[in-house]
């Protein structure tokens, strides 16, 4: 029996973390909800600069995507992350989604925004879907301007705390998306443990996604022509040019 196929996440953590603590991060939710899908945990490309929130509860390595001033209105190595993340995605994908927590998803939104204008990734496929936790806008106008010029068709889930300090600029990055669903939570700046409530949400986003990937992977399979069948409507159109010159 031929194996289902599984849709390709890359899963972006948050700042001084790492990929294998946002893997520990999302094993908080239930192993079903992921379970059609390969999730791939990448490590930032920067060694931590400074002190982790984590040092003590995960170990080391900690990583960085980029680094930025206390307003997040400028960046250091942004530019050089995003082609590393690029490159990634072409050599190893293609991915189908985005999922990231903190600085992971404020630059997983951000790359689903620059595709859509055709500033990056103009040799993947598009990115079909974000699960953001704790994202948010980059606030440089010369970023912003592009990256949110017109509403991103990708659909989105955007987990937000009551209790987080980037509640305000989540809430932000949700105007950029067509349509996006938000799960609140009473927590703070965290993965949450998600309620019954929640689950449902989410388990039932997550399969109208599976439904809009596999209805994609048909047309697909629909639109590409078999090359016999081409040799063939090339041969027939010969013959049928021959006949008529004859004629």
Known sequence: MEQEKKYKVLCLHGFRTSGSFLK???SKWHPSIFEKFDMVFLD????AGGKSDIEGVFPPPYFEWFQFNKEFTEYTNLD????YLC???VKNGPFDGLLGFSQGASLAGLLIGY???CKVLNDHPPIQFMVSVSGSKFRNPGISDVAYKAPIKAKSVHFIGEKDWLKVPSEELTTAFHDPLIIRHPQGHTVPRLDETSVKQLSEWISSILEDLK???AHQVSDSVNPSDKDNVGVESAENL??????
Do not use: R, T
């Open 24 to 26: 520990k991060q999302i």
């Open 215 to 217: 209805s994609l992977d």
């Open 87 to 89: 490159d990634y995605m």
């Open 115 to 117: 595709q859509a204008q």
């Open 80 to 83: 050089e992350c995003i082609s």
């Open 44 to 47: 930032g490309m920067f060694p």
């Open 242 to 247: 021959m006949n008529e010159v004859a004629a």
